[in-house]
């Protein structure tokens, strides 16, 4: 049964990577040379966030791969949409082994929503690097990419200066 639903969520993810696969960062700034987390991997690790429509995006790296995730305080776990799924999948970072099954979750709104947990391989910030990382697909194209509590509570003592855009991690 878990392999028939691993099919049916790869063939439903490479359906909607003929019209939508993309990756984040996207947009006019794409050229743009990133800030560089400072920090060792044994002291602290100071990342640049970038401050987005009312949110805070971090770069981050996911199996490898670079991204911009919300970080998000009040989501649960890390969340990626069918469109980062597929582009994950495609380059070969995700694959049918790493999905666990199906959770329902309730969204900031108060309805509840299925997604696809999965096992992310790595999430890395700066020189801080997580392994084996439980994390849900949404079925949405056009979900956000969230940086929930059940990776940052992981990386242990995070601090926020919203003056500078800056997160450490300690």
């Given at each position: 049964?878990?392999?028939?639903?691993?099919i049916?969520?790869?063939?439903?993810?490479?359906?909607?990577?003929?019209?939508?696969?993309?990756?984040?960062?996207?947009?006019?700034d794409?050229?743009k040379?990133?800030?560089r987390?400072?920090g060792?991997?044994?002291?602290?690790?100071?990342?640049k966030?970038?401050?987005?429509?009312?949110?805070?995006?971090?770069p981050?790296?996911?199996?490898?791969?670079e991204?911009?995730?919300?970080?998000?305080?009040g989501?649960?776990d890390?969340?990626?949409?069918?469109?980062?799924?597929?582009?994950?999948?495609?380059?070969?970072?995700?694959?049918?082994?790493?999905?666990?099954?199906?959770?329902?979750?309730?969204?900031?709104?108060?309805?509840?929503s299925?997604?696809?947990?999965?096992?992310?391989?790595?999430?890395?910030?700066?020189?801080?690097?997580?392994?084996?990382v439980?994390?849900?697909?949404?079925?949405?194209?056009?979900?956000?990419l969230?940086?929930?509590?059940?990776?940052?509570?992981?990386?242990g003592?995070i601090?926020?200066?919203?003056?500078?855009?800056?997160?450490?991690?300690e």
């Open positions: 049964m878990k392999k028939i639903f691993c049916l969520v790869l063939v439903a993810l490479t359906a909607f990577s003929f019209n939508a696969c993309r990756h984040r960062p996207s947009g006019p794409d050229n040379t990133p800030d987390p400072r060792g991997a044994r002291g602290k690790c100071v990342v966030m970038e401050k987005e429509g009312g949110v805070y995006h971090v981050c790296k996911i199996n490898g791969m991204m911009k995730f919300i970080f998000d305080t989501a649960s890390i969340t990626i949409s069918l469109v980062e799924a597929m582009y994950l999948f495609k380059q070969g970072k995700l694959g049918v082994e790493d999905f666990i099954g199906i959770q329902e979750y309730q969204i900031a709104d108060g309805s509840i299925e997604g696809t947990l999965i096992r992310l391989h790595t999430v890395e910030i700066c020189s801080k690097k997580l392994t084996d439980r994390a849900s697909i949404v079925h949405s194209t056009q979900a956000p969230l940086l929930g509590q059940s990776a940052l509570a992981k990386f003592k601090s926020l200066d919203y003056k500078k855009n800056e997160i450490t991690f």
